[in-house]
């Protein structure tokens, strides 16, 4: 199979906004990702009025949806035909040794790095990978704000729709 390029990768990332998190992938290889996002005001509604901050939960799909989402995609699309990529699902399954360590305002840029580090592996339909995410500019560059195993699961869209992977 054709390795897909980022911007082939990102294309497929099926998710849409609201709850897309991820804007760029800046490298991609069979080794790791790192991608990008910035999250804004609408991101962060509600989480705290007046001081608004970036939901955990949030920070944590966004690790799920580089390293478990694109970077599946990324694997996935090496033994699969590009033609029935688009017949699968991601689903987020795992996180393990999850540790959210700062607050993220909006207008933040994040960074997140994801590999396959001591626990990680791509087999079948099945990923772990270990994440990271840091602050990618200002002067928090290069701080941890996430970090943590995460696994996910690529199944056949009829199987969801069916009920057989529930």
Known sequence: MTELSAAEV?????HRPPMRFLSEILELSPDRIRAAHIFTESDCEGHFPGFPV??????IEFAAQTGCVAWGIYHLSRQTPPDQM???????TRVEEGALKRVVRPGERLVADA?????GYFRS???TC?????FGSGSREGEEVFSGVLSGLWVPRESLEDGSAA
């Open 54 to 59: 970036v939901p955990g939960v949030k920070i």
């Open 115 to 119: 590999g396959f580090g001591q626990a």
């Open 125 to 127: 339909n099945k990923i």
């Open 10 to 14: 990102l294309a497929l990332v099926p």
């Open 130 to 134: 270990e994440v990271a995410v840091r």
């Open 86 to 92: 688009r017949g699968y699902v991601g689903l987020f």
